[in-house]
């Protein structure tokens, strides 16, 4: 995996401006902050940040990968003003379960979910080295 940084661009805080990667690819559906029960647990941000970051770890698990072959991430939010409120929060967690790997990243305000309470959804996409 080669993180793409142009000359002169300032580096971006939390994730990269691009990546490359080669290798099998691994797709993870949106995950929300349930548990493996579909049961929510709680209904803060940060918690539910938590459940979901869980479980796209056992899923990568599953197939054979790790946190740090994540190379792009989908994140979802039922407030984005919430989020940006509770960054250091949220950076602790996800460095707990994800480390100081920062893929490619995006995040986007939704206005709502599929699944009823959820306040968060993370996709990812992983790359297992050939």
């Given at each position: 995996m080669q993180v793409l940084q142009?000359?002169?661009?300032?580096?971006?805080?939390?994730?990269?401006?691009?990546?490359?990667?080669?290798?099998?690819?691994?797709?993870?559906?949106g995950q929300v902050g349930w548990d493996e029960q579909e049961v929510f647990r709680t209904d803060d941000l940060v918690g539910q940040i938590r459940q979901?970051?869980?479980n796209?770890?056992?899923?990568?698990?599953?197939?054979?990968?790790?946190?740090?072959?994540?190379?792009?991430?989908?994140?979802?939010?039922?407030?984005?003003?919430?989020?940006?409120t509770r960054l250091a929060e949220i950076g602790e967690v996800y460095r707990e379960l994800i480390g100081r790997h920062f893929p490619v990243m995006m995040a986007l305000q939704v206005a709502g979910f599929v699944e009823h309470g959820?306040?968060?959804?993370?996709?990812?996409?992983?790359?297992?080295?050939?």
């Amino acid at each position: 995996m080669q993180v793409l940084q142009p000359p002169g661009w300032k580096r971006p805080k939390g994730y990269s401006n691009g990546i490359i990667a080669s290798g099998r690819t691994v797709f993870v559906a949106g995950q929300v902050g349930w548990d493996e029960q579909e049961v929510f647990r709680t209904d803060d941000l940060v918690g539910q940040i938590r459940q979901a970051l869980t479980n796209i770890v056992a899923i990568l698990a599953a197939g054979g990968a790790r946190p740090e072959h994540i190379v792009r991430m989908n994140w979802f939010l039922a407030d984005a003003a919430e989020y940006n409120t509770r960054l250091a929060e949220i950076g602790e967690v996800y460095r707990e379960l994800i480390g100081r790997h920062f893929p490619v990243m995006m995040a986007l305000q939704v206005a709502g979910f599929v699944e009823h309470g959820a306040k968060v959804e993370i996709e990812v996409t992983a790359m297992l080295p050939e």
